[in-house]
């Protein structure tokens, strides 16, 4: 299986403020994700990181509202900005890794965030 | 009808039965299927992947049945440790995790 890190596993923000998450990933892919996932419900995808291109985001996720850079194949952040409560939840990084016949997808450990 | 469906359960099974759950989806275009494990607060985290043929990996054992539309996860020997959200995962345009769909899963409770 692959290793994929993410910082900060959790986090306690206030309204109105911003929050960058970090995901490293331990070797080379070509495909990055990140996911939302309430409490109870199945994972929603955010957006595609894409290397040297701007993400692209799902309906109902905007750029300015979850900013994502990808500045190389191992890297990638995800920033959550203006928060308000409705913000708070795990946020997963994923990436696809090619095992030749097939591509199997593995998750980051995630980041708990509570907008208060 | 929803994309990816699952019996939400919870499944209540005593240590060393076998227990099984299926799970349904709508898009007959769909190519790959998966089934992850998710513990509590933790992260996904791929069981096995779901071939045509079937597949087997020691206690787990996951079949596809394209005519009905469903895969199903089989666990023999059930340990305290199976306990755990299943996931199913469907994958409906070639390749790329955006075609990805998750079911919500099926909550599994392993009892002594």
């Known amino acids: 299986s692959a290793v994929i890190s993410q910082k900060p596993s959790r986090d306690i923000c206030q309204r109105g403020t911003s929050l960058t998450i970090q995901c490293q990933v331990d070797?080379?892919?070509?495909?990055m994700f990140w996911y939302r996932q309430q409490p109870g419900q199945s994972l929603t995808l955010i957006a595609t990181a894409n290397q040297g291109s701007e993400a692209t985001y799902e309906s109902g996720f905007v750029i300015d509202k979850f900013p994502i850079s990808r500045p190389n194949l191992t890297f990638s952040t995800l920033t959550v900005s203006n928060m308000s409560p409705e913000d708070s939840s795990i946020y997963l990084c994923?990436?696809?890794?090619?095992?030749?016949?097939?591509?199997?997808?593995?998750f980051g450990p995630g980041t708990r965030l509570t907008v208060t | 009808r929803k994309e990816v469906e699952q019996d939400p359960g919870p499944f209540n099974v005593p240590e060393g039965a076998t227990v099984a759950f299926n799970c349904t989806y709508s898009?007959?275009?769909?190519?790959?299927f998966f089934w992850y494990r998710q513990d509590c607060r933790k992260e996904p985290k791929l069981l096995m992947s779901?071939?045509?043929s079937g597949n087997e990996d020691g206690r787990f054992t996951a079949q596809l049945n394209r005519a009905s539309q469903y895969i199903s996860l089989l666990i023999r020997d059930s340990k305290l440790s199976d306990s755990a959200t299943y996931l199913c995962?469907?994958?409906?345009?070639?390749?790329?995790?955006?075609?990805?769909?998750f079911g919500k899963g099926t909550h599994l409770i392993i009892q002594p």
């Open positions: 779901v071939y045509s």
């Open positions: 994923s990436a696809i890794f090619d095992r030749g016949l097939s591509y199997e997808q593995y």
């Open positions: 898009n007959s275009a769909s190519q790959s």
């Open positions: 070797s080379q892919v070509t495909m």
């Open positions: 995962v469907v994958n409906s345009v070639g390749g790329g995790a955006d075609g990805l769909t």
